[in-house]
């Protein structure tokens, strides 16, 4: 500072200000604390070291990967590990019990219902739904409209093997031909056993089209599998055809379609993707959905 | 830049302060003082630490199944103990007005006796006082320290620094040791500690917390206090003339006069201040600030200037209390030949205090209704409802039941709502009477997928009324939780 020129002094405090002032108050200069100044020194220390030890810069083809060799992928690595091995302690008895066994023992249930509830999410819900409530084409697995059986063998075994997987042996099959396109029934006639499948839902049969020759037409063709009553049969997991749910839509063009070029939809055999223990709760989960028998 | 070289040139040429931006802090040498303050003082301090080191030992009765804690903050179990309350996660709301009190209290104290808070009850200002007391008690009092401080390094300098930095290490990490012992059973962590079989993380707190209070109750002290609190800034919105504080009764003391000065002055009839400008009332400051000059952000108000002012005025057999807790109402009431009023009755303490008792009041009935059985349902989404055959819909609900009991308990679920409903769950037991049975294991939840069936025509699209009534078996505890019933 210049020493001929005065300081500016604040009359009140006595203390110099920095010449700032606004509307008459003058901002008195009041120095930080020194180790303010240091903490700040500290900070930037802090940063240095970080950048030493922890992953810090980027490059062209990667980045900078610290002395103690630190990674969030590792960390994740390292979570799941400690996740898997406690669940092992748990789930111990998971392993040893038969999925009946599970259902009658309330603590195994209950971990085995946790169990599956993740699994389900993830591997299930992308066809089925997060709640198991389906879609069009994919089981709603609330309702007792089951084509292969709803008791927990039943279950477990479709889980285990899927549905027309053919990369498993045990798998379930079954294949309604395509009528239509395989030139067994005349569109005409398609058109009859439609109507005549509506009533047996108690739905309206399609105006001026002849239920009769229909009823004919499905005790020919289709109630090998349906039964004559079309009710279905789980030998070949054929659909009810009575209890107005059907997987593809029970509109009178859902069913000319479902008919003329059959559907024969396809489940993963999920006994090759997941361990025992995932695939049992799975059915246990399934099986808790309300409509397991 | 000594006083001479300051010149107020208001009005003159536009020139400022280049000085530095940054200075050391001055370091502050509390003298030793006693009287009445300090009693007090050292009394709450031997009461609060005490209560600190000793509360994790102290054993409560909770049953067999709860640990034995009086105050214990469960982490792995999400758990809260103290004494006869226990608190569960989703209870917290007990925090929330446990807040509201403190800041209400604190909003009171001030009221009543401005920073009461700061200068007697205060974490910083309690280790603060313990470590100036240590330093005391190894490098002597306030000029011996000074003097110290100037000194070249010798033998003697380095012994009394080390004692004194082991000493107060030893009670940094003592206190953060006390400290992990309010999260674990006491006596296990303790041993666990000295074994080196603790965990991890109570040694890292440890060193946090020991780190954090022998920097800031050793080293840093006052600056705590007027650059990191957030406190003395609120404090200045929440004083008022009418409450206490350390106050200089500038009325009696001013003019500052020697005491045979004062006595001539008396003799003559002129204007005589009683105080003599010993300063000690600035040699006995923890922060070091000048009391004379007013209320002022630095001041813990505690009352120190008081204890070594009256000292000072009993030597000198003059009328004690010229730094007192008063006001700047009174100071202007006496000047002008009134009486002092103090008004600790006002519609703001009024206020304060009433608030206090009602939110007190509502957090102690919240407490001593709170149910050991709780219930809450949520209504599965996907689907919102099936329908099942023969004219049924089904509805699925995701219940959590708790039993905050330490004992297992069993509850009865039953619903009520729709006609000819009916409810079933694969993780509950069937009562002959229609209700579901769940045991639970003691202070701990349960929760089961329960399915309510019912005809299509007693349920709707808009959702019809159903609730849902857990009753604990044992002693016909219930809690009811209302939902909906959905149908095409």
């Known amino acids: 500072m210049a020493t001929s020129e005065k300081i500016q002094v604040d009359s009140v405090t006595g203390q110099t200000?920095?010449?700032?002032?606004?509307?008459?108050?003058?901002?008195?200069?009041?120095?930080?604390?020194?180790?303010?100044?240091?903490?700040?020194?500290?900070?930037?220390?802090?940063?240095?070291?970080?950048?030493?030890?922890?992953?810090?810069?980027?490059?062209?083809?990667?980045?900078?990967?610290?002395?103690?060799?630190?990674?969030?992928?590792?960390?994740?690595?390292?979570?799941?590990?400690?996740?898997q091995a406690q669940r092992a302690v748990t789930e111990a008895g998971l392993k040893d019990a038969t999925v009946e066994q599970i259902a009658a023992d309330k603590k195994l249930l209950s971990l085995a219902l946790a169990h599956g509830k993740a699994a389900f999410g993830e591997d299930c819900a992308p066809c089925h739904g997060s709640g198991g409530q389906g879609g069009k084409g994919y089981r709603n697995l609330t309702n007792e409209d089951w084509l292969w059986g709803g008791k927990f063998a039943d279950i477990l075994q479709t889980v285990t093997h899927g549905i027309r997987d053919y990369t498993d042996k045990e798998t379930r099959q079954s294949a309604m031909p395509a009528f239509g396109a395989m030139g067994i029934l005349k569109p005409e006639q398609i058109q009859q056993v439609v109507s005549y499948i509506r009533t047996l839902s108690k739905l309206a049969p399609e105006q001026g089209v002849d239920v009769a020759a229909g009823k004919q037409i499905f005790a020919d063709n289709c109630a090998v599998c349906h039964g004559d009553d079309g009710k279905g049969k789980r030998e070949f997991g054929s659909a009810n055809l009575t209890d107005g749910f059907q997987l593809y839509g029970g509109d009178v063009k859902d069913l000319i379609q479902t008919v003329t070029y059959a559907r024969n939809s396809t489940m993963p055999a999920w006994g090759a993707r997941l361990d025992p223990v995932t695939i049992k709760t799975l059915a246990v989960f399934v099986h808790n959905l309300g409509a397991g028998e | 830049m000594s006083a001479a070289e300051k010149i107020d040139n208001a009005g003159g040429p536009e020139v400022y302060d280049e000085g530095p931006l940054y200075a050391s802090a001055a370091k502050v040498y509390p003298q030793k003082v006693s009287g009445t303050y300090r009693r007090l003082k050292w009394a709450i301090l031997i009461v609060c630490l005490g209560l600190y080191y000793i509360l994790p030992f102290v054993r409560w009765d909770r049953g067999p199944n709860e640990p034995h804690q009086s105050i214990l903050i469960d982490l792995p179990h999400s758990r809260f103990y103290w004494f006869f309350i226990e608190i569960w996660p989703q209870e917290v709301y007990y925090f929330t007005g446990i807040l509201i009190l403190a800041a209400l209290s604190l909003f009171l104290s001030n009221?009543?006796?401005?920073?009461?808070?700061?200068?007697?009850?205060?974490?910083?200002?309690?280790?603060?006082?313990?470590?100036?007391?240590?330093?005391?008690?190894?490098?002597?009092?306030?000029?011996?320290?000074?003097?110290?401080?100037?000194?070249?390094?010798?033998?003697?300098?380095?012994?009394?620094r080390i004692a004194k930095h082991g000493l107060w290490l030893l009670i940094a990490f003592g206190t953060g040791g006390a400290f992990v012992l309010y999260f674990a059973d006491a006596p296990t962590l303790v041993a666990q500690l000295f074994t080196l079989k603790a965990p991890l993380a109570a040694y890292a707190w440890i060193g946090i917390l020991g780190f954090t209070t022998y920097y800031l109750a050793g080293h840093m002290r006052e600056q705590v206090c007027v650059y990191m609190c957030p406190w003395p800034r609120i404090q200045a919105a929440l004083t008022d003339a009418e409450a206490l504080n350390v106050t200089y009764r500038r009325d009696r003391g001013e003019p500052r006069m020697s005491v045979k000065e004062a006595a001539r002055a008396r003799a003559a009839d002129k204007p005589a201040g009683d105080c003599v400008d010993c300063a000690q009332c600035v040699a006995v400051c923890p922060v070091g600030v000048d009391i004379r000059k007013g209320s002022q952000l630095g001041c813990i108000q505690c009352g120190l200037c008081i204890d070594a002012c009256d000292t000072v005025m009993a030597k000198i057999h003059r009328p004690t209390r010229l730094i007192a807790y008063d006001t700047d109402e009174n100071l202007k009431r006496r000047a002008r030949g009134e009486k002092a009023v103090y008004r600790l009755v006002r519609p703001r303490t009024i206020l304060y205090v009433v608030v206090i008792g009602v939110v007190g009041s509502l957090m102690l009935y919240k407490l001593s209704t709170r149910q050991h059985i709780g219930l809450s349902v949520l209504h599965v989404r996907a689907p919102m409802y099936t329908l099942?055959?023969?004219?049924?819909?089904?509805?699925?609900?995701?219940?959590?039941?708790?039993?905050?009991?330490?004992?297992?308990?069993?509850?009865?679920?039953?619903?009520?709502?729709?006609?000819?409903?009916?409810?079933?769950?694969?993780?509950?037991?069937?009562?002959?009477?229609?209700?579901?049975?769940?045991?639970?294991?003691?202070?701990?939840?349960?929760?089961?997928?329960?399915?309510?069936?019912?005809?299509?025509?007693?349920?709707s699209a808009g959702g019809a009324p159903i609730t849902m009534t857990a009753t604990d078996l044992t002693n016909g505890e219930s809690a009811t939780v209302a939902d909906h019933f959905f149908g095409p």
């Open chain 1, 17 to 83: 200000t920095t010449g700032h002032e606004w509307d008459g108050i003058r901002e008195l200069n009041t120095p930080l604390p020194r180790w303010w100044l240091w903490t700040f020194y500290a900070t930037i220390l802090f940063s240095i070291v970080y950048w030493v030890v922890y992953p810090a810069w980027p490059g062209i083809s990667g980045f900078t990967h610290g002395l103690w060799g630190q990674s969030s992928r590792g960390d994740v690595a390292a979570d799941v590990a400690a996740i």
């Open chain 2, 388 to 459: 099942a055959h023969d004219g049924m819909v089904r509805n699925g609900y995701t219940v959590r039941f708790a039993n905050k009991w330490s004992e297992p308990r069993e509850f009865a679920l039953s619903i009520a709502g729709p006609a000819g409903a009916t409810v079933k769950s694969e993780e509950a037991d069937a009562l002959p009477d229609g209700r579901l049975k769940v045991r639970l294991d003691p202070d701990a939840t349960l929760e089961a997928e329960i399915y309510v069936t019912a005809p299509v025509a007693a349920a």
């Open chain 2, 111 to 160: 009221a009543l006796f401005g920073r009461v808070w700061c200068g007697y009850f205060c974490i910083q200002t309690v280790w603060t006082d313990l470590f100036l007391w240590v330093e005391r008690l190894i490098e002597g009092d306030r000029r011996d320290r000074i003097k110290l401080d100037a000194a070249p390094w010798s033998a003697a300098k380095v012994g009394k």
